[in-house]
Each structure stands twice: as C-alpha cells, then as structure tokens.
C-alpha cells in the first residue's frame, strides 16, 4: 500500500475542508418571499354577524432555502384566526405567526397587517314588504290597474343594525311594454344591503293587471230629469 506524501495529504485535507465549508454555507443560504394570504375566521359563534370592512387577506413574507421558496404553492400558506367565544362588539386582534399554516421548512418573519379589528353585531330577523318592478308602457288606450307580489312580504336576516334600517325588498323588473293584458312572472327578489340574506324563498310572482284607460270627465250645466215615476231630484243641475 503506497502512503500518500506529507503534501499530498495536506492537499487533500484541505480539499475536504473546503467541500465541507461549502456544504455549510450553502445549507445556510436563505431566500424570501411576500405573498397575499387569506383570512380564515374559525368558531364564529352562530348567532354573531360580521360587519364593516373585513380584511379578507394579509400580506405574509416568508424565509427558506431557495429551493424550497421556489417551489412554494401559495395556496398552502393562510392566516387563522379563532373566534370562539367571542362576543358582540369591536374585537382587535392581533396576528402572530403561529397564527400562519405554512409547510415544513418555512418561517413567517412578517405580517402586514398585524393588528386587524373586527366589528361583530347580533343576527337579527324581519319581515319586510316586497316592492314590485314593472317597466314600459301599455298599449295605448290601457293603462296598469294594479300590481301585485304572491308572496307580499319575505324574511330577511343579518347584523342588527342593517336589519333595522331595511324597509322594503325590490324585484326583477317586469316588462308591460305594448301589453293589452295582465302580465305575471316568476321574479328573483334582491336586497339592497349585500350584508343582509334572505330567508326561505327568494323568488316571488309579480303580477300587473293590465285593463282599458278608465276616463272622468266633468259636464257643467246638465238638466237632470227623472223618468218612469215621480222622483224628487236635488240638486236639479
């Protein structure tokens, strides 16, 4: 077996010093990345609304090895925020990263924003009037008699005070243009406020009775007689 000489150990050692560094620092190598991440809200309790304007994403930067960044999908990465037990009212919560599920080999240096500040209201429910749509005109010499919801009234639900402040539903417009006849459809009804919802049905049938124009005119000046048998008549004119 030939030993290797003083220097050509030497060199050799030093060699696998220098791959043994390499893989050190190399292993070391960090890079980052800034993504939006949505907000989960978990436990709501069921008889709390949220309103305002939600935050329904922050932005998460995150550090791993290169290779881990590039490969990254951001659909595994959300923010969680538990509510259970929560109760009416402004609620300020602050986001941790422990708070953040990301894939093993990544770490949450950074959340913008931190502090997010929810606002919760009791549902609440009532009983509104549907108000009917109809567009266009007649033909000429009818007129619209008279319009009509079948359901007259729907039930809608939400936070209480948009709930309190809702008088009335609308419905899909109703065309009665060039009609000589009553006109019904079945029409989607919609709700001004997009935090409120409806409860059971959402269509109802909306009908305009479509009759001949009835006109009053006033005559000045008529005699009026009686005939067939005496009748007393006041007044005369």
Same mark, same amino acid.
Request: zero cysteines; hydrophobic letters at 40%.
């Given at each position: 077996? %030939? !030993? ?9 050692? +030093?060699? #696998? ?10 292993? *070391?190598?960090?890079?980052? @990345?800034?993504?939006? =991440? ?11 609304? $949220? ?13 791993? +090895?290169?290779? $881990? ?14 509510? #259970? ?5 402004? *609620? ?17 240096? %950074? ?14 429910? %009532? ?16 007129? =619209? ?16 005070? *948009?709930?309190?402040?809702?008088? +009335?539903?609308?419905?899909?417009? =109703? +065309? ?10 079945? !029409? ?43 009748? @007393?008549?006041?007044?005369? *004119?």
């Amino acid at each position: 077996m %030939k !030993v290797l000489s003083g220097d050509t150990a030497l060199r050799l050692a +030093s060699l #696998a010093l220098a791959v043994g560094l390499w893989f050190v620092i190399a292993g *070391r190598q960090t890079a980052e @990345r800034g993504l939006p =991440v949505p907000v989960e809200l978990r436990n709501v309790p069921r008889d709390l609304e $949220l309103t305002g304007d939600a935050v329904n994403t922050v932005d998460v930067r995150v550090r791993a +090895s290169p290779g $881990l960044i590039n490969s990254l999908d951001a659909g595994t990465i959300r923010a969680t925020i538990d509510l #259970a037990g929560a109760e009416e009212g402004e *609620r300020i919560v602050q986001l941790a990263p422990d708070q953040i599920q990301a894939p093993q080999g990544f770490r949450v240096i %950074k959340i913008t924003p931190s502090l997010l500040t929810l606002n919760l209201e009791r549902t609440m429910r %009532k009983t509104i009037p549907v108000r009917p749509r109809v567009i266009g005109r007649p033909a000429p010499g009818f007129e =619209v008699a008279e319009i009509t919801s079948e359901p007259a009234e729907v039930r809608v639900a939400g936070p209480r005070s *948009r709930v309190q402040e809702i008088e +009335s539903a609308f419905t899909e417009p =109703v +065309s009665v243009e060039g009609a000589e006849t009553t006109a019904a459809q079945l !029409v989607n009804v919609g709700l001004e406020d997009p935090l409120l919802r409806l409860e059971g049905g959402s269509r109802v049938r909306v009908t305009a009775v479509v009759s001949e124009t009835r006109e009053t005119r006033r005559f000045e000046g008529l005699r009026v007689e009686a005939r067939g048998r005496p009748a @007393r008549l006041s007044p005369l *004119r």
